[in-house]
């Protein structure tokens, strides 16, 4: 399932290049959104022209079963695998489940690109979601997706309050 997600932040392009990488604003983050358990910062590393990182989330439940089978936590949690081109102002992902059964069944990759637009900067979060399950595959797809929406909104919703409290720390 291909995915495409616009949002505008109210912020210049420097500004929300500089806060999203910003240790602060995991700790934020992790404090703020209701569907987080945990985010841990395993590396990031940070070069002239791009910057890397690994990142682990443990969401709060948020799907308890599939059809019968109940859905463990454990399922839920994920490591982001990134890196974000300074130049192109673009970051790509590849998020990568901790357990091994989902991690073969489920793959989720693409990129968030920011532009400066009049008023702030455009973030576009694009990319595949594939479930590769026989004949539940498209409808799990789905599922996972608009939990994930919901969840990337209230992260958007999270980033901005984040950029109002960082303002108010300078002045």
Same mark, same amino acid.
């Given at each position: ?17 500089? +806060? ?6 995991? &700790?934020? +983050?992790?404090? *703020?959104? *209701? ?11 940070? &070069? ?11 969401? !709060? /439940? ?29 970051? *790509?992902?590849?998020?990568? /489940? ?30 595949? +979601? ?19 929406? !919901? +969840? ?20």
């Amino acid at each position: 399932m291909h995915f495409n997600i616009e949002n505008m932040l109210d912020a210049r392009l420097g500004e929300v290049e500089a +806060l999203m990488f910003d240790a602060a604003y995991y &700790e934020y +983050l992790k404090a *703020s959104h *209701s569907g987080v358990r945990n985010i841990e910062v395993v590396e990031q590393k940070v &070069e002239a022209d791009r910057i890397t990182r690994v990142v682990r989330y443990t969401p !709060k /439940p948020i799907i308890e079963k599939v059809g019968p089978k109940k859905v463990p936590v454990e399922a839920m949690v994920f490591t982001e695998h990134s890196t974000y081109d300074r130049a192109a102002h673009r970051l *790509s992902f590849r998020n990568v /489940p901790q357990m091994p059964f989902v991690r073969e069944h489920l793959t989720n990759e693409g990129t968030i690109s920011f532009a400066e637009r009049a008023g702030g900067t455009q973030r576009v979060a694009e990319g595949e +979601l594939k479930v590769k399950v026989p004949i539940l595959g498209a409808i799990a797809e789905r599922i996972i997706f608009t939990q994930a929406r !919901k +969840l990337l909104d209230e992260e958007v919703a999270c980033f901005k309050r984040f950029i109002l409290l960082s303002r108010e720390k300078k002045a």
